[in-house]
């Protein structure tokens, strides 16, 4: 079973009116942590701070002996640019959902993580229900989609056709009715990273202290095959070896990334 009570973080409540001070609903059980000089006490702590000049849940450690810190963003930075210029259904995740014009699937994203990859499908049309079992990165993804909710420009991307569960994706998806199958299974489970760019190192550094290393992955791709549509896309880094040592049907590749694609016709009991 994996567990998450070998972490050791803290919620910091600030004594200052200029930003939100309460745990949100899954952080709860986190130790309250008032004065700043304790905070180095633990592995890392959540704490709202201004970001683009909104109040942001952020996830806190020290790396390298540096304070660094994640939140997430929906609404702008690199999502807006997809969101603006993007590749449309050219980009490679689109023709891994085998995304077409006339036609917006539904895609369950069994591993939700900071909700870039969901993000995007959104952006191309398709309805998405996420899953995160980590508390921690399941509170950074929720309030990111609460912020794009309040956002104009993104008010009716996330306010209706995207869901996120808090919850271990394998019970949940064996648990959905015949009418709540989803078209496509997106499945993105940790891989130890070889990208050495700083941005990217310290984003994984900080998710892998929040999550660790996802050692069970290789269990999702059965249940998923087994549950959707139409198909299951995986992605990898171009490096790792297929999941669950599955061969897919086709691979695409991306830079530095590999879809690896699962079609329903092939792998549903020989349909
Ligand atoms: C590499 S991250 C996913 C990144 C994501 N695709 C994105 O674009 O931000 C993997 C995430 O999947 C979550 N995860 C792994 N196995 C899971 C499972 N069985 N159920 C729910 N969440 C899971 C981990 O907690 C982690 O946050």
Redesign the pocket.
Known sequence: MYSFLDRSFAFHQQDDSSHKSIAPQWLESLPLVTEADDLANYQGYFAYQQVAGEDALSFFAQLDKQWVSISVDLVGGQVAYRRQQGGGRKQHIAKACGLKSNRNPTVLD?????????AELRNLGCELRV????PY?ASLLQDAISRAQANPETNQLFSQGFELHHG???DLIEQLSAEQQPDIIYL???FPPRNKSAAVKKEMRL?KRL?GE?P??DN?LPVALANAAKRVVV?RPSYAPYLNQQKPSMSIESKGNRFDVYLMTRFSNGN
């Not at 069994?110 to 969901?118: C, E, F, I, Y």
């Not at 899953?131 to 980590?134: G, P």
């Open positions: 069994a591993t939700g993580g900071l909700g870039r990859d969901a899953v995160e079992r980590s990165v271990q994706a394998i993105d489970p940790m998710v999550v996802d069970d992955a999702l992605k």
